[in-house]
């Protein structure tokens, strides 16, 4: 049983500790908040100082308050890791033994994951505390990958684009829906079926449309439709695209 | 049955024919094609002037060369349609009855898919024909929708962003974890899971990251990793999501 304590219950803190509370291999003997929860599930703390001994300490807090937070805790060598994407791992402090933690995909409190399948990419000073966050990895996940903080920023990086930008881009044709009354619901089989075939074919081959084409005259007419903000946002893919096709 | 004649045999062609051929009340009899093709499932015809009397004439070629094509065609008062997202129903000759019968979906031939899940698009100038559309693409499809010509095309507009343009960011993300000898597999579930939220949130609420956050460290930290043309992309999108969520 690997010892675990928790310091954080934000929504990774919060499916974390559902995923180690399922797992035989794992003992979350405390979770650590600043504010009081009201969750029966777990032990909590709200004192640095009641921490106990455990085997991993795992920072799930917003990534600019790691480096001051992990100063505050009251011990010395033990192996204390963060869960960021963007956050390198000499930014904890040098009182313990670091690590990384990062199960890369998105979290939201009211939507159930299936934590099996997140890739987890981690990452430590010490082999043996490698070989721990494996265990502990690989006991909630099915993909564990070891990356270092160089790979795992452009990771990260590249998340960005995969989530968020991905994200705002169905927003943006939610609102073009919107304002011409189109349900929505018109584009979900686009959407799932864009998303595997990005998984099944390559992005490079399952490009298609006017940009790629380089349809001019659709291209005109579509930039024409567009309010201001989003005139930008189709130029900029557009020329993006023109470029990656041209040169190959 | 609904007698049919298909005239292209590019990727939604093909789908197309396997569609109807499935179907017990279409009665596919002729698919007109320029070149020769070696698929002994279909009746081929390569002259125009070889086109039998049918309910439904089908265009299924690029947008541009729709106008011209539907001139050349040597009958009248039959009903003719395109099936182009961004084309109007009246840049088709006026020597038949016209009409729109558009499946919103991104087509391979080396993919198949599920044409019952694709939503279909239809128009038509007279109510009765606007009832064989139905008809028709009840016959291979679940879900039916009748849309006027500017509808149609500002949701054409909207399939640009949500897949033409979300499958380059997922691109952006395989080239950035190519330079940096990462697994691009790694990424997978992180698209399948962004394209569900999409839809089963709200792409709204679904939205995470340093953007929503308006988390300037990232944002900057993360400027500095991209090349160039990246850059743009990334500015410009991050720019639109603190507009979004900065007004609301």
Chains 1, 2 share one sequence.
């Not at 990062?102 to 399948?117: H, M, R």
């Not at 005109?220 to 439709?225: A, D, F, V």
């Amino acid at each position: 049983m690997i010892k675990v304590v928790l310091l954080g219950f934000g929504n990774l803190g919060y499916h974390l500790a559902k995923a180690f509370q399922r797992s035989k291999n794992v003992n979350l003997i405390q979770i650590y908040c600043r504010s009081s929860v009201s969750n029966r599930s777990f032990n909590f703390i709200h004192d640095l100082s009641k921490i106990t001994s455990a085997d991993v300490y795992i920072i799930a807090i917003s990534d600019d308050e790691i480096a001051t937070f992990s100063k505050q805790l009251n011990f010395n060598n033990k192996l204390v890791v963060h869960t960021s994407g963007s956050v390198n791992i000499d930014e904890l402090s040098s009182a313990n033994f670091r690590g990384v933690f990062y199960p890369l995909q998105t979290f939201s409190k009211d939507k159930d994951v299936d934590f099996k399948k997140i890739p987890i990419c981690i990452e430590a000073e010490r082999s043996k505390d490698l070989d721990v966050l494996n265990k502990l990895a690989s006991s909630i996940a099915d993909n564990v990958y070891h990356l270092n903080s160089e790979q795992r920023k452009q990771l990260h990086l590249a998340a960005v684009f995969i989530n968020n930008f991905v994200n705002h881009l169905y927003f943006i044709g939610e609102e073009i829906c919107k304002q011409h009354e189109i349900p929505f619901e018109i584009l979900y089989p686009l959407i799932t079926e864009t998303s595997q075939k990005g998984i099944s074919l390559s992005p490079f081959l399952a490009q298609t449309g006017p940009a790629k084409r380089n349809d001019l005259t659709t291209i005109k007419k579509q930039l024409e439709m567009l309010p201001l903000p989003y005139q930008k946002i189709y130029e900029i893919l557009t020329s993006s695209l023109t470029n990656t096709y041209n040169n190959n």
